[in-house]
């Protein structure tokens, strides 16, 4: 059957495209999930799988997910329903909204943001960041190793591989946004000199929110549920800590500077 036709087919009912839009959103699924979400009888569900068997797979560990041609039917659904903004706008400071939008909705940015552009634009901003504060090495191992540990530990302990490189090495990038600003918070925080309770805290944030950036990116591509996810999150930021702190690094923050805050305040 031609391309266009399996597209068309898998399109026009929809149930097939509430199917297409759960994948796409959240990335691979267990069968449970989804009917969950459907609310329809197995029956119905393994008929509308039938029906889209060149647009979803199942894999070696029970998840249904996208494939290539369901990516593209994907990007045809966003598109209908006007959810793509980044193919109309050439030249647009909405890359910075995208990134503000990143920072504040991280649910959100990984569900509709899908840009190059605005990945690119994370990483020169982390640069400049890690300029601030003169921690090159800190640059290099605040990007390489919660990368590293994410993929090792959740082979480790799920089994799993990621299989969607290119959407890891665009939306990875979203998970830096906390250590953009952390410099800059810092800076002004000792400028306008704080109390060191507060200087810590912001240390605190960041690292929290960058938890929570990795445990939404970590269950965006491998479809875990979030207890799952923030497991290899936690995983990956106490051994990425060990890893700093070891270094002498002063950037990015660590989940030390959470063990100091508490002691400083008396917990």
């Known amino acids: 059957m031609a391309e266009e036709q399996l597209l068309f087919d898998a399109l026009s009912h929809e149930t097939r495209r509430k199917i297409i839009r759960i994948l796409g959103e959240h990335g691979p699924q267990q069968y449970t ?9 197995t029956g119905v569900l393994n008929y509308h799988l039938g029906k889209l068997g060149k647009i979803v797979e199942k894999d070696s560990s029970g998840l249904y997910r996208l ?7 994907y990007s045809i659904l966003l598109f209908t329903e ?8 050439k030249v647009s400071y909405r890359w910075l909204l995208d ?3 990143i920072f504040v909705n991280p649910v959100a940015a990984l569900r509709d943001i899908f840009s190059l552009h605005v990945s690119a634009a994370i990483i ?5 960041a890690a300029y601030i504060v003169r921690s090159p090495l800190g640059l290099f191992m605040g990007y390489i190793a919660p990368l590293i540990l994410d993929i090792a530990s959740t082979y480790i302990i799920y089994g799993l591989t990621p299989r969607k490189w290119r959407e890891i ?3 990875y990038n979203y998970i830096l946004t906390p250590y953009i600003f952390y410099p800059l918070l810092q800076l002004t925080a000792v400028k306008l ?11 605190v944030f960041a690292v929290t929110w960058h938890i929570i950036y990795n445990t939404l990116l970590i269950r965006d591509i491998y479809g875990l549920d979030y207890t799952k996810s923030i497991i290899i999150a936690f995983i990956s930021e106490i051994f990425s800590s060990q ?3 070891r270094l002498g690094l002063i950037y990015p923050p660590s989940a030390g500077s959470i063990t100091r805050f508490i002691a400083l305040i008396g917990i």
């Open 33 to 41: 999930v989804i009917l969950e979400q459907l609310g329809i009888e």
């Open 67 to 73: 494939t290539r041609l369901g990516e593209k039917a």
């Open 82 to 89: 006007g959810r793509l903004p980044h193919t109309q706008h």
């Open 99 to 101: 990134i503000l939008t």
């Open 124 to 128: 020169v901003l982390y640069f400049l």
């Open 169 to 171: 090495a665009i939306k």
């Open 193 to 203: 000199r704080f109390p060191v309770e507060s200087i810590i805290l912001i240390d």
């Open 243 to 245: 890893l700093y702190e």
